[in-house]
C-alpha cells in the first residue's frame, strides 16, 4: 500500500496563509493528463514543494495537450477524482479543473494568465514540467510569454540531462523518479497484468468502477 495516497486533498485557497505583507506565497502550476494519476506525479510535486520551498502544488488536469493528437482516454471529472484520492495527506496540493471547462486545447499561458488574474498579488508562480516537456519548449505557443511569467520547475527521469535555456529561468529538480508511466498503467490494464499496485489504492478503486482502460 503506498502511503498517504488514498481519500481526498484539502489544499488551502489562493492567499491563504500569509498577509500581502509578508513574503510572497509560491504556487506551482502542474499541469497534465493524469490519465491517469501514478505514485511518480506525487513523488514529483513534493520533490517540487521541498526542494523549491512552494507553498502549495495546483494539479491542473487537462482538457487536451495541444502537442498530442488525441485527447485522454478518461474524461475530465473522473480524472480530477483520481487526483484526489491521490493526494490524500498532502495539504499543501490542490485539484483545480479550470483547463476542463475552457474550449479546445490547454494553452499553458491561457491557465497562467488565468491563476495570475484571480490568484491576486503576493504571489510568486512555477510552472511544473517534464523533461520532455522543456526540451520542446519552443512548440508550445507564446513560449516566451509564458516564460516570463514565470519559473519552470524541471524534472527529468535518471539519465537525462537537462540543457537551461537563455533569459529563461528554470529549476531544475534533483531526484530520483521511479515507476511506470500512466501509458504502461494503461498497457497493463488492457493486458491484463498486474497493474493495481502501480497507482494508489483509490486510484485503483476508481478505474475498477468505471471500467477504465479497457478495449
Sequence with gaps: ????????CMGQGFG???????TPRRIA????SFDPVHPS?????????????LDQVVFLPARQSPLKGHGPEAGG????????????????????????????PSYSWQTVEHFQKTGGDGIQWFWLMGADQWEQLERWQN???????????????SGVILQPRAEVNAVFLAGEF???????????????GAWEAMVAPGVA???QREGLYLD
Design 1 to 8: 500500500m503506498l502511503p498517504g495516497l488514498e481519500g481526498d
Design 178 to 192: 521511479p515507476g511506470p508511466s500512466s501509458t504502461t498503467v494503461r498497457k497493463t490494464r488492457r493486458g491484463g
Design 29 to 32: 502550476l502542474y499541469g497534465g
Design 205 to 207: 478503486a476508481l478505474i
Design 143 to 157: 513560449w516566451r510569454h509564458l516564460a516570463g511569467r514565470v519559473t519552470f520547475l524541471v524534472f527529468a527521469r
Design 77 to 104: 471529472l473522473v480524472r480530477v477524482e483520481m487526483l484526489r484520492a491521490a493526494l490524500t495527506g498532502c495539504p499543501w496540493a490542490e485539484v483545480n479543473a479550470w483547463e476542463l471547462d475552457q474550449p479546445g
Design 41 to 53: 506525479h506525487v513523488a514529483i510535486a513534493r520533490a517540487a514543494r521541498e526542494q523549491a520551498g
Design 16 to 22: 491563504a496563509g500569509k498577509s500581502m505583507n509578508a
